[in-house]
């Protein structure tokens, strides 16, 4: 059985970018839990543990709804919370840039993957990369700090502009992953990267794939 996700890897801009707005979030709020930059990705779909059988159907799947998109490029940029403003409960970092092909590139996969059986996610597709989940409740004083960097590093702030996120993710592949819970974080693997806007490796000689692995 595999633990399995099929999502957009980041590039080197994107996470040195992700690491010095990491750490500052840390410097202002120690007490919170911080995701480390090398782990983050876009997830576009999360499917849980398959067998080899649906491991390979997946895989087909995200194969389909890679050609159907050429390359694009997002841009990582802005910090944001859900939940209440007053209690908010995830830290994020925002996506932007091409995001209508992303949608479309996501929508492809979700119809790709619903053909083999896979069931469709309720909720709305939300882009973006969660930095922290946040167990408790931030008291007034920390609150406060969250609230100025989020405004620091909004679009049109100026009150931090060398500090504010803001960096380049070419979208090239689609990567099928796999994730092993370990302590004290999570390993990613990639099983198989896809190369966006080629076409299927039955058509030819699988040159659309890219073997890679990263942890």
């Known amino acids: 059985m ?44 999360f499917l849980g543990e398959l067998e080899d059988e649906r491991l390979a159907a997946a895989g087909v799947a995200a194969e389909e709804a890679a050609q159907s998109v050429r390359p694009f490029g997002l841009r990582i ?8 403003p007053a209690a908010p409960r995830v830290v994020w970092a925002g996506v932007g840039g091409d995001v209508p092909r992303l949608l479309r590139l996501r929508a492809a996969l979700a119809d790709a993957l619903a053909a083999r059986g896979f069931p469709r996610e309720a909720r709305p597709f939300a882009p973006h990369l969660t930095l922290a989940r946040l167990r408790d409740r931030l008291d007034a ?17 100026r009150s931090q502009p060398v500090d504010r996120l803001d960096a380049r993710l070419p979208v090239e592949y689609l990567s099928v992953m796999e994730s092993e819970l370990a302590r004290p974080a999570a390993r990613y693997t990639c099983l198989r990267a896809i190369s966006l806007g080629a076409r299927p490796a039955s058509e030819g000689d699988g040159e659309g794939d890219v073997n890679v692995a990263s942890g």
């Open 141 to 157: 004083a920390e609150l406060g700090r969250l609230v100025s960097m989020i405004e620091g590093h909004g679009a049109g702030s």
């Open 77 to 84: 940029a802005g910090l944001g919370t859900f939940g209440a």
């Open 2 to 45: 595999t633990r399995t996700f099929v999502a957009i890897e980041l590039g080197d801009e994107a996470r040195t970018e992700l690491a010095r707005a990491l750490a500052r979030l840390a410097r202002a709020l120690p007490g919170v839990r911080w995701v480390d930059a090398a782990s983050i990705h876009l997830t576009l779909a």
